[in-house]
């Protein structure tokens, strides 16, 4: 699997500047039949699917793109428990549902390398939305989540317009801990390679 493997300093300087980005102001997403491609956890949206992707900014060949099966009710446990932790602004607790290394990669970053408590905290920092596990599906190893955006309940929000846009994730759950998360387009079907299956 393509890991970018960073140092302490640059992931989470990648992460501020991501969440400064999101906090300076962007184009917003509402629930639509043409959804933007929003970021889980910053309510912001980038630009549409069909522009091209830099290589080092697409979701690896080796993640699954959509569900082909039910999700593993261990896996679902343990994200339901972090999104709840994030949602009141619980962040420290948050960032212990990630293992120590773990692999993070949200829209506009290639894989980051988290291996330290420092980073593990910024990535779930990085995540000012709320988000409720709607759905979610597996896809061997992987938990492929459709998230509801929402305003968080704690401290440390700012999802602002992103409130109730949608947003995908797959996650690798393993041991009780997030192992891998990547941020899935919104469209499997634009996905290059992705793998048949039924929608999570």
Request: with cysteine; hydrophobic share 40%; net charge positive.
């Amino acid at each position: 699997m393509a890991r970018m493997c960073a140092g302490r300093r640059s992931v989470v300087a990648l992460l501020v500047s991501a969440l400064l980005l999101a906090a300076c102001g962007g184009r917003s997403s509402a629930p639509s039949a043409d959804p933007a491609d929003t970021s889980p956890g910053n309510g912001t949206a980038t630009q549409p699917q069909a522009q091209a992707i830099p290589p080092d900014l697409q979701v690896p060949k080796s993640v699954p793109q959509r569900a082909t099966g039910p999700a593993r009710q261990s896996s679902t446990r343990v994200i339901r428990r972090w999104l709840a932790a994030l949602d009141r602004g619980d962040v420290e607790r948050a960032a212990h549902y990630f293992a120590l290394p773990s692999t993070f990669q949200n829209t506009g970053t290639p894989v980051l390398h988290i291996d330290s408590e420092e980073e593990r905290v910024a990535v779930n920092l990085s995540l000012t939305c709320g988000a409720r596990a709607e759905r979610t599906g597996g896809a061997g190893a992987y938990t492929i989540v459709l998230f509801r955006l929402v305003e968080r309940t704690g401290p440390g929000g700012g999802c602002g317009t992103g409130v109730g846009a949608t947003a995908r994730g797959a996650i690798l759950v393993s041991g009780g801990l997030i192992r891998e998360w990547y941020r899935l387009p919104d469209d499997p079907s634009a996905a290059p390679d992705a793998p048949a299956g039924p929608s999570a």
